[in-house]
């Protein structure tokens, strides 16, 4: 009984002194609330930057003077070297279409091929005018239904002036079409020293080998250049398409 009494009078003397301490601290937070001290502290705020118009900015003016000069100096030499090597394509450009055509000149089959090649071209003119005339005749044929002769022979001619007129224009509006798409084909895709090369080159080729390709191929030559310029095209046109 006394050791169960002596251990009570422990713990309440350990239970009094924490109560005791906790106090004590209550008290002085309460102190600290109630006698707090505004101190004013200062803190650096970074400001934009003022010019000032009466400093001295000579290395400033020096240094963008040394730049303006040396900008304009590599920009002259820029334009210096682009003109050479422009005006140096333009000759060997120059230089390689006029021996070729020379050559071409000198080609008897080649010669040969490229009048057939109008030759035909024209024909195929002439049966096309043939055909829309003829088709502007059948449409006038209408106008024999008309008793009074002289509105049926207006009629017929404003009929096939009309038809003859529409196939005409249409036809030449679709050629004009296609020539401006392949133009914008060609500035997009292949405007560029490499079409020019492939130019010069299929040409030279079979203008110098026209013989042998007519012997292993049966084709106009001059069509067969203009086929590989379509086939060129078509490549580059994909290949311009699968790096966008």
């Given at each position: ?70 900008k304009e100096r590599l ?75 002289i509105i049926a022979g ?91």
């Open positions: 009984m006394r050791n169960e009494k002596e251990k009570l009078r422990s713990a309440n003397v350990t239970i009094g002194e924490c109560q005791d301490k906790i106090r004590c601290l209550t008290q002085q937070r309460d102190y600290a609330r109630t006698h707090q001290k505004i101190v004013e502290i200062p803190v650096e705020k970074p400001v934009l930057y003022e010019k000032c118009e009466a400093c001295d900015r000579t290395d400033y003016q020096n240094a963008k003077a040394k730049y303006e000069t040396q920009a002259g030499q820029y334009k210096a070297k682009t003109v050479m090597f422009q005006t140096t394509l333009f000759l060997l450009a120059w230089y390689s279409l006029t021996t070729t055509l020379f050559q071409a000149v000198q080609s008897d089959v080649f010669l040969s091929d490229c009048k057939s090649f109008f030759h035909d071209a024209a024909s195929f003119i002439q049966t096309f005018i043939g055909w829309t005339i003829d088709a502007g005749q059948s449409v006038a044929q209408i106008s024999t239904k008309i008793p009074n002769e207006i009629i017929y001619w404003l009929l096939m002036i009309l038809v003859v007129g529409i196939c005409v224009a249409g036809t030449g509006i679709l050629a004009i079409l296609i020539e401006i798409k392949v133009i914008e084909l060609y500035k997009k895709n292949c405007w560029d020293v490499i079409t020019l090369l492939m130019i010069l080159t299929s040409a030279a080729v079979i203008i110098y080998f026209g013989e042998v390709i007519k012997k292993a191929l049966s084709i106009n030559l001059l069509f067969f250049w203009l086929i590989l310029q379509g086939i060129y095209l078509t490549i580059r046109r994909y290949i311009s398409q699968d790096t966008d």
